[in-house]
């Protein structure tokens, strides 16, 4: 386990520890946040209710075991584009996607490898919880360049404004005293902050949603059957940018 905080470093780590203490399914899932299934049917039923079609081309950064590229491979004309930091992550989604033509690709030094205009949407769920401010704010940057006009970024964060997001940052304290890294950081951000960034960047912000707030519309479609229909809360909070011009 690390003595201090490397944030790529300490998640490898984390998932290496689990898939050592656990059948695979269940390591990987955990590693991932957990409720594969669940929160993989909210992350769809966000883009869906954010404009997703059966067509659209979408980069899922920080894509992990796939909780979110499992409800996407049975739309056939679909084209996605998956990056992760960690190898064994990117190995189990590949098998379990088994979608030939769906990119998972290792990602180095958080870049995108698209051109411009070559993305409708670029996802990163729970990710940025997990990077330095500088380190996401890259990446928004590079969301501009490779988003079609009119495309969008949707992406989950952690904010103290949401009081069950604590337990997770009194985790982090916890670390601190006692002087053990057990995990990978978690980080927070003020959604104000957010709409500056936005502003800097030139994203148009299109939603901006608490964790606790039923804020996820899910429907049969998104659903498959395995979600009730109706509006939940994602846990995380979200945020929703439009690249102006579509
Ligand atoms: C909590 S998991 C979420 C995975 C996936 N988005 C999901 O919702 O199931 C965070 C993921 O971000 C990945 N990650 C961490 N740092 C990253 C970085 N700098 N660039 C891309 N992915 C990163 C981790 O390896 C991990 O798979």
């Excluded at 201090?4 to 656990?22: H, I, T, W």
């Excluded at 070559?118 to 997990?130: I, L, N, R």
């Excluded at 916890?174 to 957010?194: E, M, P, Q, T």
Aim: aromatic share 12%; with cysteine; glycine share 10%.
């Amino acid at each position: 386990m690390s003595t201090q905080l490397d944030y790529v470093q300490s998640y490898a780590e984390m998932v290496r520890a689990y898939l050592a203490a656990y059948p695979e399914d269940e390591a990987v899932a955990r590693a991932v946040g957990g409720a594969f299934e669940h929160f993989g049917i909210l992350e769809h039923s966000l883009l869906r209710q954010f404009g997703l079609k059966d067509d659209s081309r979408v980069v899922d950064v920080g894509c992990g075991a796939g909780r979110l590229t499992a409800q996407l491979t049975r739309y056939p004309g679909l084209r996605y584009l998956g990056l992760d930091v960690v190898p064994e992550l990117l190995d189990y989604n590949r098998r379990k996607a088994a979608r030939p033509d769906f990119r998972l690709e290792l990602c180095q030094d958080n870049r995108i490898p698209l051109g411009e205009n070559g993305a409708d949407f670029v996802t990163f769920f729970s990710v940025f919880t997990h990077l330095l401010h500088e380190e996401s704010y890259f990446y928004l940057e590079q969301c501009r360049r490779v988003l079609a006009p009119g495309g969008r970024v949707i992406f989950s964060f952690f904010e103290f404004a949401v009081d069950q997001q604590w337990s997770v940052f009194e985790g982090n304290v916890d670390w601190v005293r006692k002087r053990s890294y057990l995990g990978h950081i978690n980080v927070f951000i003020h959604a104000d902050d957010l709409r500056l960034w936005a502003r800097r960047l030139g994203f148009e912000v299109v939603a901006m949603e608490r964790g606790d707030a039923p804020a996820v519309v899910v429907t049969s479609a998104s659903a498959g059957g395995k979600v009730a229909p109706g509006q939940h809360a994602l846990g995380q909070s979200f945020c929703v940018l439009e690249k102006p011009g579509g």
